[in-house]
Structure formats: C-alpha cells, structure tokens
C-alpha cells in the first residue's frame, strides 16, 4: 500500500498491531474512517478497544503496521491533531473537584506559560456548550459526586476537546448503564461531528437513526482489561 492510499482517509490504518506482556493485545486491523461526522468501532470492551483507540489518537505505539492520522503517521505527530477523552485509566475525575476547577485547570494547561487563566463561571458554559447542546450545562460550583453519569462522561468530552483537534476520539459509549444515556451521548457525538471527526466505540448494536456516519465492525480485540506500565511493545 502506498503512502498515498494511507493518507486518503482522516484515519487509516494496515496492518495495526499491538502486543502486551500475555500476547496480542489487538491487531492486525485495517481500518478507515472517513472525514466528518461520526464513526462506531463496534468490538468487545477490554484492553484490546481501549488500546487501539489510544493508538489511533497518538497515545501509544503500536508494534507494527501502518497508521495515518490527517497526514500524520508518527504517535507525537498524531498526538497534535487528535484528542482523547472519557477513557477509563486516562482521563479518570475525582468525586470531591468541582466543575470549574477542573474546566480552570484545563484551560490553564492548554494557555501559553506567560497567560493567565482566571476561574470564571463563564469558561464552564464555554467549555462544556458545545458537548452539551441543548441539554441543561452543570453548575459550576457542583463537584463531579453530584452530576449524573452521563454527566461525567459529558464532562470529561469536554476537558478532552477544548483544543478542537481535527479528530476526537471518545471511549466506549457502553460505559454508561443506561440504553437512553448511551442513545444520547451518541447524539451528541454525531452533533460534534458535524465539526470533528469523532470515534467511539460500543460493542452494543446501534441504532440506524441517530445520524452515525459508518459502523465499522473490528476483528481481534483482547477482552481483558488494559494493563498498567504496558509500556509501547
């Protein structure tokens, strides 16, 4: 394949392989997802999804294969144009933080070393919109105890996006215990995508009327759970 097939799609991959301390983790998959709009990884939860969707937003090196990602086929390149959020093990929120010291603390980690981020109310409403749309934004003074689950996982997209990297990359939706959560933290993907290119995973079906771009059934996922200090084999 040549580099220009690779890069013909916002994400590409051949070949894409991932191996842990017990054996593979994931791969080899070969995967496209268009430019815009929403795309489905369906495949079971366990360390094997988790991997490939830090793989393909520059958080961790695969073992072998080839990625593209916008053009970018290195893991720090990768990392530039892609954002990852509501990945347990990644992006995790304490119970006792409020909204907006959470939303202050990552406003001040993406500002240059010489600006000063105030903690406003306003930068809540900024931050968390466009994830929120029309459902009702948190208060800024609750702490993360007191917001529902599918809430938190709103919240965590939203701490995860603020830079609008061409692609964002979401966890498994199936984390939620709700169907109707579930249903509706994809209409806010979809909703999102309309700016990004957004992926998430389920291993759940999915509904053909929520406005999702594609579906992309993925083969050779380990099922166990992600494994700390796996490090970059």
Known sequence: ?????????????????????????????DLDVPAGGLTVLRGPAGSGRTCLLLTLAGRMKPKSGELSVFGKTTPKRIFKVASIGAVDDLDAVYDAVRVIDLVTEKLRWDAPWYRVVGKRAQSVQNVCAPVWGPLPLPDPRAFVEDLSELEVSLLRIALANTRRTPLLVVGGVDQLSSVADQRTLMQRLVELGREQTVVCATSNPVDDDLGIRTVVEVPNLAGNDLVHGEGTN
Do not use: D
């Open 1 to 29: 394949m040549t580099n220009a097939s690779l890069v013909a799609a916002a994400v590409a991959a051949r070949g894409l392989r991932k191996n842990g301390p017990s054996g593979p983790v994931f791969g080899p998959i």
